[in-house]
Structures are given as C-alpha cells and as structure tokens.
C-alpha cells in the first residue's frame, strides 16, 4: 500500500522541506523479457516461462532536509541515489513508508526528461516550463533570459532531437534555474557540459543556495559536495548507512568502496572489470533497469578509442596496489603501479611507451610522461612482455582518473597501439587531508616572529 501522510503536526512547517519516514521501493526484476504482444503470444504457444523477483532498490530510509539545505547524496552505482531522487521528483511513489516534499520541485534527473524531442528547443521551454507547474505567461516573461543561460540561440528554433548531449543539459538546466523552484534536485547531468558552462552552472547553483532555496545533487566529485553541500547521505545496497558533514560521509564512503574492493565478491565488481570508463554504464539503478533504459548517469561517455598499427599490440593495462593484486581503486600517497602488457608481432627497435593521466572532472591532462623522456628505452622488443609505470607514494587526490597509454616508434611519429580513455581508476578519500585541487604536494608550515 503507498502511503503519503501530512506530517506538519511533528515538524515547523516553515523548516523543513522534506520528510521521509521508513522509505522503501521495490522493482520486478524479470529474467525473460517480454516486451510486444507477438512476442507474449510466440512464448504462450510455446510454453516459455520466465521467473521474476522482488528488488528493493530502497530499504527503511528515514531523513529530513530543512528549508535552505543542500544535500549530497553518496554512494556506490545501483545503492539506490537515482530511485531517492525519482521518488522526491514525483516520478516513482514508494511501497512503502511516508515521503512529503514541500513547494514547487526542479529535477534534473535524466538527460531530456520533460522534453519531447520533435519540439523545438523554444518549444520544450514552454512544455518542461508547464510540467513545472508554471503558466505560459510566466515562461513568456523569462523566455529570452533562458535562452541567453543556455547559450543556444543558434539552435533554439531546431528540433532538439538534433541536440547533442550537452545542449540537452544547458536548455534542462537554463530552463529549471529560472523557473525558480523552491527545491532543485540534481542528477550528476551537469558532468556531460563543457567546463565553461559548468563553472556557469555552479555559480547560479551558489547564488540559489544563497537564496535560501533547497538542493539535493547526487556527485560521485566529493570536492563539488565539499564546496557545495551543508551535509551529505550516503546510500548502501539500498540503505541509509551514514549521514553528517560531508568530509565525514566521505569517508565513511572510502571505507565501504575499500571493503569491496578487497573481499572476494568485489573482485568481480565494477572496479575490477576492465571497462572503458571508472563508471560503467551498464551499472545502472534498478529503476532504469527494470524499465529497460541505459541512463547517463555516468560523468563520461565511454569512448574507447584505439588505432594503430599494431606491430607491437598493448593487450592488458592492470592497475596494482601495494600487495601487488589488480585494483582499480586507490587512495592518496599509497603506491601505485601501472602495468602495461604487450605482444610484439616482429622484432621493433627502441620503440617508446607512452601514457598521459586525465582527470575524468573537466578533462584536465595532469601529466604525459614517456620512456624516451624518461631514459628508459630498450633497445629491441619481440614477443611479449609487460612495462611497469611505477610510483611509489600516488598524489592524486579522491577523483576518477583515465589512464590513456600508447607505444611508438622511436621518432614518436607513428602509433603502434594507442588506447583513449579505454582504462580508468579511482582514487577514493581516507589517504589524506587534504580536500581540493587534484594532488598533494607534500609540504609543511613554518611560523617565524
């Protein structure tokens, strides 16, 4: 039975904004998918059977959030952070417990969610704008300042199934910022825009903030909820495992991704995979699974260039940690080692191997170090082998990282092998104090009089 209650009796109506009380959420997770009735029909006639089964995607979650707060949520991909948001949107009810969410709400929860895609971008102003509750005068008034937010007055009047994915997120964006919602709800969407339209985003983020006005984003970017956010919830399996400031959830966090990265059954987790992106798409909330979507809730796409000629092909790049097994997370100033195994399909002198880091946030190229910079090419390779990238103490700071790795010839004017954003890693909190940048620098303070 789904139950909304009034709860203005337990709390000052004026203070809080939001109440969940022993929140659950079940999807039928089924193991044959029917998905046409000629399909249902072929399988009665043939007697196909298939097996369903109960997933709760939320389990007993009780918080609240205050007027004026801004709240991160945390957590593992499928710990049910995208099902929570869905539910205080109003696009999912619960099965059980008791959820209010007080005033008018903005989600920006799926790419294109409340657009339709044969409408115009000015069109889709005015339906996202009316799905918001707000009348088409209103939207009229503030029509050419959303437009000039989202930077598309180019492309206002095409049809935004042309759109690409970050001209997507700039019209939700631009649309649910000047609508003026007393709570905002954010999906990690705003990772997919440029770096310029981000900082852009998360100024009229602050100044709603300083507005008094509510926000709960959902960041896999523990220094976007440092600076942002007052507290943060973090998500487990479906339960509310921790809540409190945020440096303290985060490493809370750093615990549990450290736990299953170590136990058995995380070895065949999302981290061990090799997978072209440190977030795998395929590890979606079981909302979107049992829907059958592939959300972007991942900070990138999955590229996975690769090209060359492969005379020297690069077969495996593991990542070890400091007892020498295969990880993909690590923590900060703990060793790190890079192992880039090849094959040689015939005798290549003095090729170079070389490698660039990326910070998957903003896209930032941290280093691009290579064998012939660093003095260490062979003379000759032929058959197979491997190449360690070794550092002893690992500086970055919590983040997900790309690996981008490649061999030469020995004028680095030809790719045998080049791999693109195909290997990735995290670095999780617990390793450090320290909160923003990318790396620490080791250093001290000195006081003089």
């Given at each position: 039975?789904?139950?909304?209650?009034?709860?203005?009796?337990?709390?000052?109506?004026?203070?809080?904004?939001?109440?969940?009380?022993?929140?659950?959420?079940?999807?039928?997770?089924?193991?044959?998918?029917?998905?046409?009735?000629?399909?249902?029909?072929?399988?009665?006639?043939?007697?196909?059977?298939?097996?369903?089964?109960?997933?709760?995607?939320?389990?007993?979650?009780?918080?609240?959030?205050?007027?004026?707060?801004?709240v991160g949520i945390i957590g593992e991909?499928?710990?049910?952070?995208?099902?929570?948001?869905?539910?205080?949107?109003?696009?999912?009810v619960p099965d059980k417990g008791t959820?209010?969410?007080?005033?008018?709400?903005?989600?920006?929860?799926?790419?294109?969610?409340?657009?339709?895609?044969?409408?115009?971008?000015?069109?889709?102003?005015?339906?996202?704008?009316?799905?918001?509750?707000?009348?088409?005068?209103?939207?009229?008034?503030?029509?050419?300042?959303?437009?000039?937010?989202?930077?598309?007055?180019?492309?206002?009047?095409?049809?935004?199934?042309?759109?690409?994915?970050?001209?997507?997120?700039?019209?939700?964006?631009?649309?649910?910022?000047?609508?003026?919602?007393?709570?905002?709800?954010?999906?990690?969407?705003?990772?997919?825009?440029?770096?310029?339209?981000?900082?852009?985003?998360?100024?009229?983020?602050?100044?709603?903030?300083?507005?008094?006005?509510?926000?709960?984003?959902?960041?896999?970017?523990?220094?976007?909820?440092?600076?942002?956010?007052?507290?943060?919830?973090?998500?487990?399996?479906?339960?509310?495992?921790?809540?409190?400031?945020?440096?303290?959830?985060?490493?809370?966090?750093?615990?549990?991704?450290?736990?299953?990265?170590?136990?058995?059954?995380?070895?065949?987790?999302?981290?061990?995979?090799?997978?072209?992106?440190?977030?795998?798409?395929?590890?979606?909330?079981?909302?979107?699974?049992?829907?059958?979507?592939?959300?972007?809730?991942?900070?990138?796409?999955?590229?996975?260039?690769?090209?060359?000629?492969?005379?020297?092909?690069?077969?495996?790049?593991?990542?070890?940690?400091?007892?020498?097994?295969?990880?993909?997370?690590?923590?900060?100033?703990?060793?790190?080692?890079?192992?880039?195994?090849?094959?040689?399909?015939?005798?290549?002198?003095?090729?170079?191997?070389?490698?660039?880091?990326?910070?998957?946030?903003?896209?930032?190229?941290?280093?691009?170090?290579?064998?012939?910079?660093?003095?260490?090419?062979?003379?000759?390779?032929?058959?197979?082998?491997?190449?360690?990238?070794?550092?002893?103490?690992?500086?970055?700071?919590?983040?997900?990282?790309?690996?981008?790795?490649?061999?030469?010839?020995?004028?680095?004017?030809?790719?045998?092998?080049?791999?693109?954003?195909?290997?990735?890693?995290?670095?999780?909190?617990?390793?450090?104090?320290?909160?923003?940048?990318?790396?620490?620098?080791?250093?001290?303070?000195?006081?003089?009089?």
């Open positions: 039975m789904i139950i909304f209650s009034l709860l203005s009796f337990l709390f000052d109506p004026l203070s809080v904004l939001i109440v969940l009380k022993d929140v659950s959420k079940k999807f039928v997770l089924r193991h044959h998918k029917v998905s046409r009735l000629k399909e249902q029909v072929v399988d009665f006639l043939k007697g196909t059977r298939y097996t369903s089964e109960e997933f709760w995607a939320l389990k007993d979650v009780t918080f609240t959030v205050d007027k004026g707060e801004t991909n499928g710990s049910g952070k995208s099902t929570l948001l869905q539910l205080l949107a109003g696009i999912l959820l209010e969410v007080k005033g008018k709400v903005a989600a920006l929860i799926e790419l294109g969610a409340g657009f339709n895609p044969e409408l115009t971008g000015r069109e889709n102003i005015y339906l996202s704008g009316s799905i918001l509750g707000f009348k088409r005068k209103e939207i009229h008034r503030k029509l050419e300042e959303i437009i000039a937010f989202s930077g598309l007055q180019r492309f206002i009047d095409q049809p935004i199934k042309n759109y690409s994915s970050g001209m997507y997120m700039r019209l939700a964006f631009s649309v649910a910022i000047h609508v003026d919602p007393d709570l905002l709800l954010i999906d990690e969407i705003l990772a997919v825009g440029d770096w310029p339209f981000q900082q852009q985003c998360f100024k009229r983020i602050r100044e709603f903030k300083n507005k008094g006005k509510t926000i709960v984003v959902v960041s896999h970017d523990l220094n976007t909820l440092l600076t942002l956010c007052d507290r943060a919830l973090l998500l487990h399996r479906g339960e509310l495992v921790h809540q409190g400031n945020v440096k303290d959830v985060a490493a809370h966090y750093g615990e549990i991704l450290k736990k299953a990265d170590t136990s058995p059954e995380g070895q065949s987790g999302p981290v061990e995979r090799e997978a072209a992106s440190p977030d795998d798409p395929a590890e979606q909330d079981a909302a979107s699974l049992t829907r059958g979507e592939t959300r972007q809730d991942s900070v990138s796409p999955r590229t996975g260039k690769r090209w060359g000629s492969r005379e020297i092909e690069i077969t495996k790049v593991a990542f070890l940690d400091k007892t020498g097994r295969e990880s993909r997370q690590f923590r900060t100033h703990e060793p790190f080692v890079a192992r880039i195994h090849y094959r040689a399909h015939r005798r290549i002198e003095k090729p170079v191997f070389g490698l660039a880091l990326i910070a998957e946030k903003d896209n930032i190229h941290i280093n691009g170090p290579n064998t012939k910079l660093d003095g260490c090419v062979p003379d000759y390779l032929e058959s197979q082998g491997s190449v360690d990238y070794v550092i002893d103490r690992l500086p970055l700071l919590p983040g997900r990282y790309w690996f981008i790795v490649s061999v030469w010839d020995y004028a680095c004017q030809q790719a045998f092998d080049y791999h693109d954003r195909m290997h990735g890693f995290e670095v999780i909190p617990g390793g450090t104090r320290d909160l923003y940048g990318l790396i620490s620098i080791p250093a001290r303070w000195e006081y003089h009089s």
